[in-house]
């Protein structure tokens, strides 16, 4: 374990600190730190539970929550399977971090997996009571990633790992309340759980029951202060009415490309707010964050962030620290890590003059006669127009070129003229492509669409066919 570290969720809470009246704040209901130190929201003994591999699975955030403050440092293993992920791979799961208990808020019928001997289930409630938490085990942390096809990969962390980017641990403003679009099964969303426990501040959950108006209303009702989410989200939350209920000190992007666009909408519509963009991913964990309010980084990132090296090798950007995962579990692709300790990461950059830009994922490239178009770079064009909100590139099949690249666009507002100004907009985005991007990169096709897809983690559900 990492100097400074905290043996455990339940060690770094019960720090003489005063929690009473610092809350995790749900959908359906609210409860304060103190509470969740203090009380029990499972039906076992510690003892009973010590020492085994435990898998989360609830449809609530707010059960989860209590559930991970219970079991960190008394499991040997947790294993975070989030409510977006589909349940044909929990048995897949199940055996992989060889779980023999499941935590979940729904009913022991639909848990009959081969290995699993314990079922507890845990709707939430606290039951006040003097409980044993002291901690015995590092546990491990088994989180998945979001593969679009295919089976999750299970990332191995430990609470060092996954806190490792969390420096302030002193006693925050009492007015301080973070919150996230983020579900916190996910790194992103872990990430701010984790910074709100650890620095005792309070904490409002999201909830895949309610719109993004609900959401904001509610997070502008008990004051959230410092919030994080990706672009995408983002964007679709300045295309809420309810965006102006919300008066954050402080907004962090992270999970995709921030481009200027969204960066200056931000700064426009909360101009007391600070502004920042951050790389993490689950394998890499959290690398840096940005500040300057400009899209892209400083070369001196690389060279000089403290605790984390970095290096491009081949345009993609390479990780080691403490922070990073340390393997996968039952996976036999290429290793978590290199023989040197680094992560690839996958994301693709380019230095141009004084800076490093991100330009999309190795593994989402479009080929057009040969010559590579990174989806993110031609959005990052058309999201500059003055009458887009977001934008999501494609490819088409084409027999000459092997494929075409089609732009799927949201506006701002509705067009009021019908076709006519559609097709203005049109031809001025296609102008903006043509005077920034080489011609194989320009878009064949622009669609004026209502509404994008998003998935569950945030990202945009991208379409490479």
């Known amino acids: 374990m990492l100097q400074n570290s905290p043996a455990s969720l339940a060690s770094a809470l019960d720090a003489g600190r005063d929690l009473s009246a610092r809350f995790v704040f749900g959908a359906e209901q609210s409860v304060a730190w103190s509470e ?8 076992r003994r510690a003892s009973e539970l010590r020492g085994r591999s435990i898998l989360i699975e609830t449809m609530d955030q707010l059960t989860a ?6 079991l960190d440092g008394v499991a040997r293993r947790i294993v975070l399977y989030p409510p977006d992920l589909s349940r044909e791979h929990l048995p897949f799961v199940a055996s992989s971090a060889e779980a023999d208990v499941i935590v979940s808020d729904r009913g022991t019928s639909e848990f009959e997996i081969h290995g699993v001997t314990t079922f507890i289930h845990c709707d939430g409630k606290i039951v006040p009571g003097k409980f044993d938490r002291s901690a015995e085990n590092e546990t491990e942390w088994i989180l998945l990633t979001s593969g679009t096809t295919g089976r999750p990969k299970l990332v191995v962390h430990t609470l060092a790992s996954l806190a490792g980017a969390i420096e302030n641990r002193h006693p925050t403003p009492s007015h301080l309340v973070w919150s996230t679009f983020y579900d916190i099964r996910r790194y992103g969303g872990l990430q701010i759980f984790l910074r709100a426990l650890l620095t005792g501040s309070s904490l409002l959950l999201s909830s895949a029951s309610e719109s993004t108006a609900d959401f904001l209303a509610r997070a502008g009702a008990h004051g959230v202060t410092h919030i994080s989410g990706t672009p995408s989200h983002w964007r679709r939350a300045l295309m809420s009415s309810a965006a102006h209920l919300l008066a954050p000190e402080y907004a962090r992007l992270s999970g995709e490309i921030a481009d200027q666009a969204i960066l200056n909408q931000l700064h426009s519509f909360y101009p007391q707010a600070s502004i ?12 840096f ?5 400009l899209t892209g980084f400083s070369p001196n990132i690389i060279e000089n962030t403290p605790g984390v090296e970095m290096k491009v ?15 996968y579990l039952n996976y036999s692709g290429r290793p978590l890590r290199d023989e040197e300790g680094f992560v690839d990461t996958g994301d693709m950059l380019e230095q141009r003059a004084d800076r490093y830009y991100f330009v999309g994922r190795r593994d989402g490239v479009i080929n057009v006669g040969g010559l590579k178009v990174h989806p993110e770079e031609v959005e990052e064009v058309i999201n500059r127009h003055p009458e887009v909100r977001m934008s999501l590139v494609r490819t088409r099949k ?9 732009a799927d666009v949201v506006l701002k507002t509705q067009s009021r003229n019908g076709n006519e100004n559609d097709r203005a907009i049109q031809q001025d985005i296609l102008l903006l492509c043509r005077e920034a991007l080489p011609s194989h990169k320009v878009p064949a096709v622009i669609n004026f669409v209502a509404a994008l897809a998003v998935a569950e983690t945030g990202k945009l559900i991208r379409r490479y066919a």
Not at 398 to 406: D, I, K, Q, R, S
């Open 36 to 43: 969740l130190l203090s009380g029990s929201c499972l039906d």
């Open 65 to 70: 929550v209590s559930a991970l403050i219970e």
């Open 276 to 287: 920042s963009h951050a790389f993490a991913s689950t394998e890499a964990g959290v690398a």
């Open 289 to 293: 964050d940005v500040r300057d309010g």
């Open 313 to 327: 090798e081949q345009g993609s950007l390479r990780i080691r620290s403490h922070r990073t995962a340390t393997h």
């Open 398 to 406: 084409n027999p000459l070129t092997g494929a075409l690249v089609v």
